[in-house]
């Protein structure tokens, strides 16, 4: 006879005598579970901007805050990157596009980004700054702290620290090592793959990635019918990475790239 005894763990114990103890434990943990599934099958969404774009600044105010007026957003992995078209000199000096104020505001938006990690918190602040941008009063950027009650002191830390410029020189190595290489801002990608000029249709996209359990009420109602075919003809509102007027071999690319989706068409 085996004397040895077992002994309960002290769940066990309680799990016998209370069964709806048990069942509320498995029900429980079978949501958390589905919550945990429903997030794995979220999509990602990568926004690679600049601030003083104004393509940019029209696509987050006109498009991007539909994510959460619809909540769509609880199906996404947003990700901002304010950096954009700019480039660094050899001195590790940052340039921006659009000049010194977009420099300016693209490092105080990556440290709201790093301040305020809740992506609610920082998306709100962006959207203020880039309101004001889309109606040409960007210089009342600071308008945005007051307006939101937001705490200032934390921002112009981590500008004046230096630590904003090591977030942007982060931005700007994971925007330069781009595959494809983004060619014009806004650059939008969903679930690794550029939307091109095709940026505004965005939901539709992040629709029929998305894997999760449930299709988002959303995507029920959108009437939006993704292009299956990337268009490249670079027809649509975009800040180019370089000023100058597009190449020939670019210029050739687009239109035989049109001509081709009218004849498909």
Same mark, same amino acid.
């Given at each position: 006879?085996?004397?040895?005894?077992?002994?309960? &763990?002290?769940?066990?114990?309680?799990?016998? $005598?209370? #069964?709806?103890?048990? +069942? =509320?434990?498995?029900?429980?943990?079978? @949501?958390?579970?589905?919550?945990?599934?429903?997030?794995?099958?979220?999509?990602?969404?990568?926004?690679?901007?600049?601030?003083?774009?104004?393509?940019?600044?029209?696509?987050?105010?006109?498009?991007?805050?539909?994510?959460?007026?619809?909540?769509?957003?609880?199906?996404?992995?947003?990700?901002?990157?304010?950096?954009?078209?700019?480039?660094?000199? &050899?001195?590790?000096?940052?340039?921006?596009? $659009?000049? #010194?104020?977009?420099? +300016? =505001?693209?490092?105080?938006?990556?440290? @709201?980004?790093?301040?305020?990690?809740?992506?609610?918190?920082?998306?709100?602040?962006?959207?203020?700054?880039?309101?004001?941008?889309?109606?040409?009063?960007?210089?009342?950027?600071?308008?945005?702290?007051?307006?939101?009650?937001?705490?200032?002191?934390?921002?112009?830390?981590?500008?004046?620290?230096?630590?904003?410029?090591?977030?942007?020189?982060?931005?700007?190595?994971?925007?330069?090592?781009?595959?494809? #290489?983004?060619?014009?801002?806004?650059?939008?990608?969903?679930?690794?793959?550029?939307?091109?000029?095709?940026?505004?249709?965005?939901?539709?996209?992040?629709?029929?990635?998305?894997?999760?359990?449930?299709?988002?009420?959303?995507?029920?109602?959108?009437?939006?019918?993704?292009?299956?075919?990337?268009?490249?003809?670079?027809?649509?509102?975009?800040?180019?990475?370089?000023?100058?007027?597009?190449?020939?071999?670019?210029?050739?690319?687009?239109?035989?790239?049109?001509?081709?989706?009218?004849?498909?068409?």
């Amino acid at each position: 006879m085996d004397s040895r005894r077992r002994v309960s &763990s002290p769940l066990s114990l309680l799990f016998s $005598h209370h #069964p709806l103890v048990l +069942l =509320l434990f498995l029900t429980t943990t079978a @949501a958390a579970a589905a919550v945990s599934s429903e997030e794995k099958g979220k999509v990602a969404l990568d926004l690679y901007y600049e601030t003083l774009c104004p393509y940019c600044s029209n696509f987050i105010v006109n498009y991007l805050d539909k994510l959460f007026d619809s909540g769509l957003i609880s199906a996404v992995d947003l990700n901002l990157i304010p950096y954009g078209n700019a480039k660094i000199g &050899s001195n590790g000096t940052i340039t921006c596009q $659009h000049g #010194p104020m977009e420099c +300016l =505001l693209n490092t105080i938006e990556a440290c @709201a980004i790093s301040v305020w990690p809740d992506l609610n918190k920082h998306f709100s602040f962006i959207y203020c700054v880039e309101t004001l941008v889309y109606e040409h009063n960007y210089a009342e950027w600071e308008t945005c702290f007051d307006k939101l009650s937001l705490d200032a002191t934390p921002i112009y830390d981590c500008y004046t620290s230096g630590y904003g410029t090591e977030l942007e020189l982060q931005y700007a190595g994971e925007t330069n090592t781009l595959q494809p #290489p983004h060619e014009y801002v806004p650059w939008v990608v969903v679930d690794g793959q550029p939307l091109y000029d095709d940026y505004e249709n965005f939901i539709s996209y992040i629709c029929e990635a998305y894997k999760g359990a449930t299709l988002p009420n959303a995507c029920s109602d959108t009437s939006l019918k993704t292009i299956r075919k990337m268009k490249r003809n670079n027809l649509g509102p975009v800040c180019y990475r370089e000023e100058a007027t597009k190449s020939l071999p670019s210029k050739i690319r687009s239109a035989l790239t049109s001509w081709l989706d009218q004849a498909d068409g």
